[in-house]
């Protein structure tokens, strides 16, 4: 059975066993090469300066530089640097829009071509199918993963990160470039997304950084996950729950990939969570 232009039922059940859903053709070459564009653009525009910007760490966490510059960004269009875009002078080793590691974490609502791309009736079906009842657009990222200097990212769930009560976290991750074993594709736990969560990430008292929250001090597995390839408009769902990670490229060729995050709007949101919109109120997938 099909949806109206959402999944099938055995899509839903393998989203719902698996904890993704790989859907290979969601997005026609032209949507892609149309956001591959606009985002070169915004990191020209938006790239700010090394002292002023955050760089990545494997693990996804801000370090150096200015954590304001980062907990600010939930409504703003950030550039964020990879860690080895510097050498030991501490100066970038090419332009400067070449050494990002992404782009955040509001595009989807500021930038007219993110915009189009991000909202449809086809991913509110998506959205629905998967389960959120009022589809709400938390963040946005376009991550770059350069040739040669695109970091690990190492196992997390992303609830941990964008905690809802009760979890509701649903990741949208389109592929813009092939994205293979080489050059730095997704890796998912299959069921993983049963594993109870072991940590949340929050805002300390002073709201100037972030502590995680440990309930469980015991690793995610590192064995058992699957690489999830992906050719250009590929688009995989990725549970709030389930343990993923992506390693870092080793090839020549770029891995660009635009990802949302999404939330049931009527789950609670914590105002201790990093990511806070302040100027910018979260909309569907609709409008
Ligand atoms: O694209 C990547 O390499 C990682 C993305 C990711 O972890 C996410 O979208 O939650």
């Not at 859907?23 to 090394?50: G, T, W, Y």
């Not at 993983?192 to 709201?207: C, E």
Request: aromatic share 10%; hydrophobic share 35%; proline share 7%.
């Amino acid at each position: 059975m099909i949806t109206q232009d959402g999944l099938t039922t055995a899509q839903i059940e393998f989203f719902e066993l698996n904890g993704y859903l790989v859907l290979p053709n969601f997005v026609d070459d032209d949507a892609c090469l149309k956001l591959r564009e606009q985002a070169m653009i915004l990191a020209k525009k938006h790239c700010p300066s090394p002292q002023e910007a955050t760089v990545f760490t494997a693990d996804g966490t801000a370090v150096h530089a200015s954590d304001d510059y980062f907990l600010t960004s939930g409504d703003k269009i950030r550039c964020f640097f990879e860690k080895d875009a510097f050498d030991e002078h501490g100066e970038l080793r090419q332009d400067a829009h070449l050494c990002l590691n992404k782009l955040g974490h509001a595009m989807h609502d500021l930038d007219p071509v993110f915009k189009d791309f991000s909202h449809s009736s086809r991913l509110a079906a998506v959205a629905k199918s998967v389960g959120l009842q009022r589809a709400q657009l938390l963040q946005s990222m376009y991550i770059f993963k350069q040739p040669r200097i695109g970091g690990e990212v190492t196992s997390h769930v992303d609830h941990t990160y964008l905690w809802t009560e009760p979890q509701s976290v649903i990741g949208f991750w389109f592929a813009i470039d092939d994205a293979t074993t080489q050059n730095g594709c997704m890796w998912a736990l299959p069921g993983g997304h049963r594993i109870p969560v072991k940590t949340r990430n929050r805002l300390t008292p002073d709201r100037k950084s972030t502590f995680n929250e440990i309930f469980d001090p015991t690793p995610y597995p590192t064995e058992g996950l699957v690489p999830l390839e992906a050719t250009r408009g590929t688009l995989i769902l990725l549970n709030g729950t389930l343990p993923h990670r992506s390693g870092p490229n080793t090839s020549d060729k770029p891995r660009h990939a635009y990802t949302i995050h999404a939330i049931d709007g009527t789950a609670n949101y914590p105002s201790d969570n990093w990511l806070q919109r302040p100027s910018l109120p979260m909309s569907g997938f609709l409008n």
